[in-house]
């Protein structure tokens, strides 16, 4: 399974991007697909998570980006989404995608996750 994220760039505070995440080769079916990111010196931190239930699902999100950010999938698509909204200079970060088979309540941790995506920069600017 490969993932391949994109829709990162530079945007200013208070903009909005659209971050996609397609899913190629073998098909694994997930009930876990996430959004993490990373920013420099900093360790891997969890920003939405959406459990796949049937053709809907349940999301989670971190404290940090709740009520700015939005997950979604189009399953017939194989894609997982993260719009954002009203970003902020301390969303600069790289985002990661992942997913994994089966849901886990440790749901935020990384680790967890059994297949990753390669990322893409997001920079926001003051």
């Known amino acids: 399974v490969q993932l391949q994220a994109s829709g990162g760039g530079l945007v200013q505070a208070g903009g909005s991007l659209r971050l996609s995440c397609a899913a190629s080769g073998r098909t694994v079916s997930s009930n876990a697909l996430a959004w993490f990111r990373q920013a420099p010196g900093k360790e891997r931190e969890f920003v939405a998570a959406?459990?796949?239930?049937?053709?809907?699902?349940?999301?989670y999100y971190a404290d940090s980006v709740k009520g700015r950010f939005t997950i979604s999938r189009a399953s017939a698509e194989n894609t997982v989404y993260l719009q954002m909204n009203s970003l902020k200079p301390e969303d600069t970060a790289v985002y990661f995608c992942?997913?994994?088979?089966?849901?886990?309540?440790?749901?935020?941790?990384?680790?967890?996750?059994?297949?990753w995506g390669r990322g893409t920069l997001v920079t926001v600017s003051s």
């Open positions: 992942a997913k994994r088979e089966v849901w886990i309540t440790d749901y935020a941790k990384p680790i967890h996750y059994n297949y």
């Open positions: 959406i459990r796949v239930l049937g053709s809907g699902g349940m999301t």
